[in-house]
C-alpha cells in the first residue's frame, strides 16, 4: 500500500491492507480505496465487497468503492450516497438487484475517527491491549423499491496505541462448514484472535497484524479460500521521523548552513549523492567510508558516516527507489541493496523531510540516460506522490 498543512496531534496513522482472492480466482471481488485531503486534513479509507466473486464481484465493488469515496469528499450523507449506488448498480439476473457492501473509515486532523458501515462485519477497535467501546448509532430508511436499508456508525476520538480493524464477511465466514466453526469463525473470535495478538506482541505493526488475521482465515479455510477476504488494520502511534538529503545547494556559499541544518535534524538521516556526502563530511568534520561490497551490481556501493543510517549514491539510487515504491505490496520482500534499504527505511518512518539540492550534478547531463536521472526534481515529487499516496506518510519537502 502516503504532508503537509494540517496535522493530526502529534499522531502517525500507520494502515495497511491485505485481500486474497477466492480459490482458483485472479481477480479479487474486494476494492479498498484511500484519499487524503491535504486541506481539510482528513483521511478517507473505503472498503467494498461486491456480491459473488471473481471480475463481476470486483466491477461492482470498483463502481461502489468509487462513488462512495466522491461522496465522503463531498460530505454527502450516507444514506443519499447509499441510495444513489443502488440506482447505478448494474441489475444481476439471478438476484434482480445488484449489490455490494462498503465500510467508510473518515479520520479528522482532531483524531475523531467515524466509521459508516453497510452490510460489512462491524469494525473492532482497541485501546491497547483491550476493547474499546465506541459511540455507535443506526440510521434505518427505505430505498426506491421500499426495501428497508440500515448503516451503521461508529466515532471516538483516537489516542495513542488505538488500532482499528476493519474486515469483509471472508474473514468472519472463513472455516465455515468446519466442526470447530460450523457457522464461520466470527465477529467474536476475530475479536480474540486480536486481543491475544496485542497482549502477547503490545508493539505490533499494522502490517505484521493483517498478516497474522488475513493468514488465520485462509488456514481457517484449509487454504481454500471459499470467499475473497479483506483485512485493514490502523495504527495510531508516536510518530517516527527521518530525513534525506539528496542534492547539493544551488549556491555553494550556502554549503554550510546546508549541512547545519542537515545535522540539527531530531530523527533518522540518509544521504543521496556523492557530492552531497562529502559536502557534509567536509563541514561537519566527519569520516566519510566507502564499503568495498556491492549488493546491487546496477548501483555503487554504499558508504558510512556517523550519525547516518544510510549514505548512497544519487540520482540512481533515488531512482531506483521509486521503482520500488511504485511496485511495492504486502508481499515484497525487500533485499540489501542500498535502494531497498533506503525503502525499508521509510516505510519504517513516518514523518518524512526530503532536503532536495538543486545544483546541477554535469555528470549526469547526458542525453543516453533516462529522463529520470536528469531531472532531480522529477523523480523526487513521484516518490513524495507515492509516499502520500499509497504509504499514508507525512511528507515535507524543501528545495535549496
Same mark, same amino acid.
Given at each position: 500500500?502516503? !504532508? !503537509?498543512?494540517?496535522?493530526?496531534?502529534?499522531?502517525?496513522?500507520?494502515?495497511?491492507?491485505?485481500? +486474497?482472492?477466492?480459490?482458483?480466482?485472479? /481477480?479479487?471481488?474486494? /476494492?479498498?480505496?484511500?484519499?487524503?485531503? @491535504?486541506?481539510e486534513g482528513r483521511r478517507?479509507?473505503?472498503?467494498?465487497?461486491?456480491?459473488?466473486?471473481?471480475?463481476?464481484?470486483?466491477?461492482?465493488?470498483?463502481?461502489?468503492? $468509487?462513488?462512495?469515496?466522491?461522496?465522503? &469528499?463531498?460530505? *454527502?450523507?450516507?444514506?443519499?450516497?447509499?441510495?444513489? #449506488?443502488? !440506482?447505478?448498480?448494474?441489475?444481476? %439476473?439471478?438476484?434482480?438487484?445488484?449489490?455490494?457492501?462498503? *465500510?467508510?473509515?473518515? #479520520?479528522?486532523?482532531?483524531?475523531?475517527?467515524?466509521?459508516?458501515?453497510?452490510?460489512?462485519?462491524? #469494525?473492532?477497535?482497541?485501546?491497547?491491549?483491550?476493547?474499546?467501546? $465506541?459511540?455507535?448509532?443506526?440510521?434505518?430508511? $427505505?430505498?426506491?423499491?421500499?426495501?428497508?436499508?440500515?448503516?451503521?456508525?461508529?466515532?471516538?476520538?483516537?489516542?495513542?496505541?488505538? !488500532?482499528?480493524?476493519?474486515?469483509?464477511?471472508?474473514?468472519?465466514?472463513?472455516?465455515?462448514?468446519?466442526?470447530?466453526?460450523? %457457522?464461520?469463525?466470527?465477529?467474536?473470535?476475530? &475479536?480474540?484472535?486480536?486481543?491475544?495478538?496485542?497482549?502477547?506482541?503490545?508493539?505490533? %505493526?499494522?502490517?505484521?497484524?493483517?498478516?497474522?488475521?488475513?493468514?488465520?482465515?485462509?488456514?481457517?479455510?484449509?487454504?481454500?479460500?471459499?470467499?475473497?477476504? %479483506?483485512?485493514?488494520?490502523?495504527?495510531?502511534?508516536?510518530? =517516527?521521523?527521518?530525513?534525506?538529503?539528496?542534492?547539493?545547494?544551488?549556491?555553494?556559499?550556502?554549503?554550510?548552513?546546508?549541512?547545519? @541544518?542537515?545535522?540539527?535534524?531530531?530523527?533518522? =538521516?540518509?544521504?543521496?549523492?556523492?557530492?552531497?556526502?562529502?559536502?557534509?563530511?567536509?563541514?561537519?568534520?566527519?569520516?566519510?567510508?566507502?564499503?568495498?561490497?556491492?549488493?546491487?551490481?546496477?548501483?555503487?556501493?554504499?558508504?558510512?558516516?556517523?550519525?547516518?543510517?544510510?549514505?548512497?549514491?544519487?540520482?540512481?539510487?533515488?531512482?531506483?527507489?521509486?521503482?520500488?515504491?511504485?511496485?511495492?505490496?504486502?508481499? $515484497?520482500?525487500?533485499?540489501?541493496?542500498?535502494?531497498?534499504?533506503?525503502?525499508?527505511?521509510?516505510?519504517?518512518?513516518?514523518?518524512?523531510?526530503?532536503?532536495?539540492? *538543486?545544483?546541477?550534478?554535469?555528470?549526469?547531463?547526458?542525453?543516453?540516460?533516462?529522463?529520470?536521472?536528469?531531472?532531480?526534481?522529477?523523480?523526487?515529487? +513521484? #516518490?513524495? &506522490?507515492?509516499?502520500?499516496?499509497?504509504?499514508?506518510?507525512?511528507?515535507q519537502v524543501d528545495f535549496?
Amino acid at each position: 500500500m502516503a !504532508r !503537509r498543512i494540517v496535522k493530526m496531534a502529534d499522531f502517525h496513522l500507520e494502515i495497511e491492507f491485505l485481500q +486474497r482472492a477466492f480459490h482458483n480466482e485472479n /481477480v479479487c471481488g474486494d /476494492v479498498f480505496q484511500s484519499k487524503y485531503l @491535504k486541506e481539510e486534513g482528513r483521511r478517507i479509507l473505503v472498503l467494498s465487497d461486491g456480491m459473488g466473486h471473481g471480475v463481476k464481484a470486483n466491477v461492482l465493488a470498483i463502481l461502489t468503492a $468509487t462513488m462512495t469515496m466522491r461522496y465522503s &469528499r463531498l460530505n *454527502t450523507q450516507p444514506k443519499d450516497a447509499l441510495k444513489n #449506488i443502488m !440506482r447505478v448498480l448494474p441489475r444481476i %439476473s439471478d438476484e434482480n438487484a445488484g449489490f455490494s457492501t462498503f *465500510t467508510i473509515i473518515e #479520520i479528522q486532523a482532531d483524531g475523531i475517527i467515524t466509521i459508516v458501515n453497510y452490510e460489512n462485519p462491524p #469494525i473492532l477497535a482497541f485501546r491497547g491491549n483491550e476493547l474499546l467501546e $465506541t459511540k455507535s448509532w443506526y440510521v434505518e430508511f $427505505t430505498d426506491d423499491d421500499g426495501k428497508l436499508l440500515r448503516i451503521n456508525y461508529n466515532q471516538f476520538k483516537a489516542r495513542k496505541e488505538d !488500532r482499528v480493524v476493519f474486515v469483509t464477511d471472508g474473514i468472519t465466514q472463513s472455516g465455515m462448514g468446519r466442526a470447530k466453526f460450523l %457457522s464461520g469463525w466470527g465477529i467474536d473470535h476475530l &475479536r480474540d484472535f486480536v486481543l491475544s495478538q496485542l497482549e502477547r506482541f503490545p508493539d505490533i %505493526s499494522a502490517l505484521r497484524l493483517c498478516r497474522k488475521i488475513v493468514n488465520q482465515a485462509t488456514l481457517n479455510d484449509e487454504y481454500i479460500l471459499k470467499d475473497d477476504i %479483506s483485512c485493514g488494520v490502523i495504527y495510531i502511534r508516536q510518530p =517516527r521521523d527521518i530525513m534525506i538529503v539528496t542534492g547539493p545547494p544551488f549556491y555553494k556559499s550556502r554549503d554550510r548552513d546546508f549541512a547545519l @541544518k542537515v545535522k540539527s535534524f531530531r530523527g533518522a =538521516r540518509i544521504v543521496c549523492g556523492g557530492t552531497t556526502s562529502e559536502i557534509i563530511a567536509r563541514e561537519l568534520d566527519l569520516t566519510l567510508q566507502t564499503e568495498s561490497s556491492l549488493a546491487d551490481p546496477a548501483l555503487p556501493p554504499k558508504s558510512s558516516m556517523e550519525g547516518f543510517e544510510l549514505v548512497t549514491e544519487g540520482i540512481l539510487t533515488i531512482g531506483k527507489v521509486e521503482e520500488i515504491l511504485e511496485n511495492y505490496s504486502g508481499d $515484497t520482500r525487500l533485499g540489501d541493496s542500498p535502494s531497498d534499504e533506503i525503502v525499508k527505511l521509510l516505510l519504517q518512518h513516518d514523518k518524512i523531510y526530503l532536503l532536495v539540492g *538543486t545544483r546541477i550534478n554535469w555528470a549526469h547531463q547526458d542525453p543516453d540516460q533516462p529522463f529520470e536521472l536528469e531531472i532531480r526534481k522529477f523523480v523526487v515529487k +513521484r #516518490i513524495v &506522490r507515492l509516499l502520500e499516496e499509497k504509504f499514508f506518510k507525512v511528507v515535507q519537502v524543501d528545495f535549496v
